[in-house]
C-alpha cells in the first residue's frame, strides 16, 4: 500500500490525481474513511503472520524489550498527543475562529468515532510495526547501528504519505513534517526500548485528525466535528512546521524526564547487536 501511494505520487500526473481527489471527495465521508482503513486490518495480520511463521520471533519481541506490553505508556502517550492538540486547537480557536466552522452532525459523528475507534489502531499498528518496528530492527541487525534505520525508516515514512491531498495542495514543505513525525517515533522507540509510547502517540494524533476538524485539501476527509474552511494553506504551513521544530522536543522533553531516559548517545547512535537466532530469525538468501 505504501509502495502503491509512493508510485501514484511520483508516475501519475497532476490532472489524474487531481481526478482521483475529486472521486474520493464524492464518497460520503464515513464510507470513504472507512474504505481506507480497512485495508490496514489485513495488512496488519499479514504483518504479524510473516513475523510469527517465517521468522519464528514472537510479536511482543517486535513490540517492546520488555516482559510484557506496558499499556500505561500507550495510555501516557496517548493521552499528551490528545491533551496537547486540544490545547493548541482551542488556542487557535480562541484568536481566530472565521475560517473554522461548527460541523456537528450527530449521526454522521457517531458513526465516525464509531468507525475511527475500531479501525484506526489497526492503521496506526500497521504502520508503527512495519517502520519502527519490523523496518527498523531488521535494517539495524543489517547495519549493526541505530541512526542509519532510524533515518531511512523516517524518510520512508515520509515518502509513504507523499501521495496525501495536503502534498499537493500545500507542496514539498509539509514532507518535512511527515519525516519529522517519523524521527519523532523513531526517537521514542529507540529511547524507551519499545513501540508502546510510539503507539500510543500516533493513535492519539490520528484520531483527532479524523474527528476533531477537517478541510477540504486534508487526507481525511471525514464528518469531523470542526471544518477548516480557508482555501489557501499559505497560513497554515508555519502550523505545520512549527510542531517538528517546537511541539516534537517538548513531547520528547516530557517523556524523557517521566520515563528517565539516559544515555542518549548509544540509544540513537550506538551499535546493534543481534539477538540470539531462537528469537529473532533471518531470512536465509
Same mark, same amino acid.
Not at 490520528?206 to 487526507?219: F, K, R, V, Y
Given at each position: 500500500?505504501?509502495?502503491?501511494?509512493?508510485?501514484?505520487?511520483?508516475?501519475?500526473?497532476?490532472?489524474?490525481?487531481?481526478?482521483?481527489?475529486?472521486?474520493?471527495?464524492?464518497?460520503?465521508? %464515513?464510507?470513504?474513511?472507512?474504505?481506507?482503513?480497512?485495508?490496514?486490518?489485513?495488512?496488519?495480520?499479514?504483518?504479524?503472520?510473516?513475523?510469527?511463521?517465517?521468522?519464528?520471533?514472537?510479536?511482543?519481541?517486535?513490540?517492546?524489550?520488555?516482559?510484557?506490553?506496558?499499556?500505561?505508556?500507550?495510555?501516557?502517550?496517548?493521552?499528551?498527543?490528545?491533551?496537547?492538540?486540544?490545547?493548541?486547537? &482551542?488556542? $487557535?480557536?480562541?484568536?481566530?475562529?472565521?475560517?473554522?466552522? #461548527? %460541523?456537528?452532525?450527530?449521526?454522521?459523528?457517531?458513526?465516525?468515532?464509531?468507525?475511527?475507534?475500531?479501525?484506526? !489502531?489497526?492503521?496506526?499498528?500497521?504502520?508503527?510495526?512495519?517502520?519502527?518496528?519490523?523496518?527498523?530492527?531488521?535494517? &539495524?541487525?543489517?547495519?549493526?547501528?541505530? #541512526?542509519?534505520?532510524?533515518?531511512?525508516?523516517?524518510?520512508?515514512?515520509?515518502?509513504?504519505?507523499?501521495?496525501? !491531498?495536503?502534498?499537493?495542495?500545500?507542496?514539498?514543505?509539509?514532507?518535512?513534517?511527515?519525516? &519529522?513525525?517519523?524521527?519523532?517515533?523513531?526517537?521514542?522507540?529507540?529511547?524507551?526500548?519499545?513501540?508502546?509510547?510510539?503507539?500510543?502517540?500516533?493513535?492519539?494524533? %490520528?484520531?483527532? @485528525? @479524523?474527528?476533531?476538524?477537517? $478541510?477540504? #485539501?486534508?487526507?481525511?476527509?471525514?464528518?469531523?466535528?470542526?471544518?477548516?474552511?480557508?482555501?489557501?494553506?499559505?497560513?497554515?504551513?508555519?502550523?505545520?512546521?512549527?510542531?517538528?521544530?517546537?511541539?516534537?522536543?517538548?513531547?520528547?522533553?516530557?517523556?524523557?524526564?517521566?520515563?528517565? #531516559?539516559? %544515555?542518549?548517545?548509544?540509544?540513537?547512535?550506538? !551499535?546493534?547487536?543481534?539477538?540470539?537466532?531462537?528469537?529473532?530469525?533471518?531470512?536465509?538468501?
Amino acid at each position: 500500500m505504501f509502495i502503491l501511494n509512493f508510485i501514484f505520487f511520483l508516475f501519475t500526473s497532476k490532472e489524474d490525481m487531481q481526478a482521483a481527489y475529486d472521486m474520493m471527495k464524492s464518497l460520503p465521508g %464515513n464510507i470513504n474513511l472507512l474504505i481506507n482503513l480497512l485495508p490496514f486490518a489485513f495488512l496488519l495480520a499479514l504483518l504479524f503472520v510473516l513475523v510469527k511463521f517465517i521468522h519464528q520471533r514472537s510479536i511482543l519481541s517486535l513490540t517492546t524489550a520488555r516482559h510484557k506490553v506496558d499499556f500505561k505508556r500507550i495510555l501516557f502517550s496517548f493521552l499528551l498527543i490528545v491533551g496537547i492538540t486540544l490545547l493548541l486547537f &482551542g488556542i $487557535s480557536y480562541y484568536n481566530d475562529s472565521s475560517q473554522i466552522v #461548527w %460541523n456537528f452532525q450527530p449521526t454522521k459523528f457517531i458513526i465516525l468515532l464509531i468507525i475511527s475507534l475500531l479501525l484506526f !489502531p489497526f492503521q496506526i499498528g500497521l504502520e508503527e510495526y512495519l517502520f519502527r518496528g519490523y523496518f527498523m530492527q531488521h535494517i &539495524g541487525t543489517m547495519v549493526r547501528n541505530r #541512526w542509519f534505520p532510524l533515518i531511512l525508516t523516517s524518510v520512508i515514512f515520509g515518502i509513504a504519505h507523499s501521495a496525501n !491531498p495536503e502534498v499537493a495542495e500545500i507542496g514539498p514543505l509539509i514532507m518535512v513534517f511527515y519525516i &519529522g513525525t517519523g524521527l519523532l517515533l523513531g526517537i521514542m522507540t529507540l529511547m524507551d526500548d519499545g513501540l508502546e509510547l510510539a503507539l500510543g502517540f500516533h493513535l492519539g494524533n %490520528n484520531l483527532l @485528525a @479524523a474527528i476533531l476538524i477537517t $478541510s477540504e #485539501w486534508s487526507a481525511l476527509q471525514t464528518d469531523s466535528l470542526f471544518k477548516y474552511t480557508a482555501e489557501q494553506v499559505v497560513d497554515v504551513k508555519m502550523e505545520i512546521i512549527a510542531p517538528v521544530l517546537i511541539i516534537y522536543p517538548i513531547i520528547l522533553l516530557i517523556m524523557s524526564k517521566t520515563y528517565k #531516559w539516559t %544515555n542518549w548517545k548509544d540509544k540513537l547512535f550506538g !551499535p546493534v547487536v543481534e539477538p540470539p537466532k531462537e528469537d529473532y530469525k533471518i531470512l536465509e538468501e
